[in-house]
Antibody
Framework: QLQLQESGPGLVKPSETLSLTCTVSGGSISSSSYYWGWIRQPPGKGLQWIGSFYYSGSTYYNPSLKSRVTISVDTSKNQFSLNLSSVTAADTAVYYC???????????????????WGQGTMVTVSS | QSALTQPASVSGSPGQSITISCTGTSSDVGSYNLVSWYQQHPGKAPKLMIYEVSKRPSGVSNRFSGSKSGNTASLTISGLQAEDEADYYCCSYAGSSIFVFGGGTKLTVL
């Protein structure tokens, strides 16, 4: 049974870099069938897609966050990480990692839906 | 990308049916049959309820159904039950492996 678990500091100072890790168990992040991603949810607000990656090394970012976001992968540890730089109070949120199932048609594949989620981790940006 | 538009809240009595709309643009909902819906109970992670507009993952009740017309997708829940009370979010593929979520809809079972 695939499980995802987020980990990282719960408190980050303004202007610093938020760093989180998602550890995947029960399956490999190197599978060609899936993408993997990060989503966040500010307190009392809706979900926001942050970014995703494919095992081939391709990464995709939300245009509104692209200049501050980096997603990296450690296949040896079956983990992937999120770095968000120059954080402000607006980055305070619950951060989720998730698996994306793919959809293929006429030889082209797309990431499709977030089918398995981690439990989420709360990150507060405050001095 | 702007967030997809959902009603802030909907309500219904047990046994009734409700529909939640999700309006996007011709660049996202209107262009791809890759709309998904998520249920989120307070303090919990979202749960996938519908993918590819109308498909249900294994284990999701057939009381949940999805559809799409033009730039608007819809989630219908029939035979409302108390346990359906939750927040619901739509999400659409928007090209170039980018995703956009809706603002969320709070479902109240009266």
């Amino acid at each position: 049974q695939l499980q995802l678990q987020e980990s990282g500091p719960g408190l980050v100072k303004p202007s610093e870099t938020l760093s989180l890790t998602c550890t995947v168990s029960g399956g490999s992040i190197s599978s060609s069938s899936y993408y993997w991603g990060w989503i966040r949810q500010p307190p009392g607000k809706g979900l926001q897609w942050i970014g995703s990656f494919y095992y081939s090394g391709s990464t995709y970012y939300n245009p509104s966050l692209k200049s501050r976001v980096t997603i990296s992968v450690d296949t040896s540890k079956n983990q992937f990480s999120l770095n968000l730089s120059s954080v402000t109070a607006a980055d305070t949120a619950v951060y989720y990692c998730a698996r994306l199932v793919g959809y293929c048609s006429s030889g082209t594949c797309y990431p499709n839906a977030f089918d398995i989620w981690g439990q989420g981790t709360m990150v507060t940006v405050s001095s | 990308q702007s967030a997809l538009t959902q009603p802030a809240s909907v309500s219904g009595s047990p046994g009734q049916s409700i529909t939640i709309s999700c309006t996007g643009t011709s660049s996202d909902v209107g262009s791809y049959n890759l709309v998904s819906w998520y249920q989120q109970h307070p303090g919990k992670a979202p749960k996938l309820m519908i993918y590819e507009v109308s498909k249900r993952p294994s284990g999701v009740s057939n009381r949940f159904s999805g559809s799409k017309s033009g730039n608007t997708a819809s989630l219908t829940i029939s035979g409302l039950q108390a346990e359906d009370e939750a927040d619901y979010y739509c999400c659409s593929y928007a090209g170039s492996s980018i995703f956009v979520f809706g603002g969320g809809t709070k479902l109240t079972v009266l």
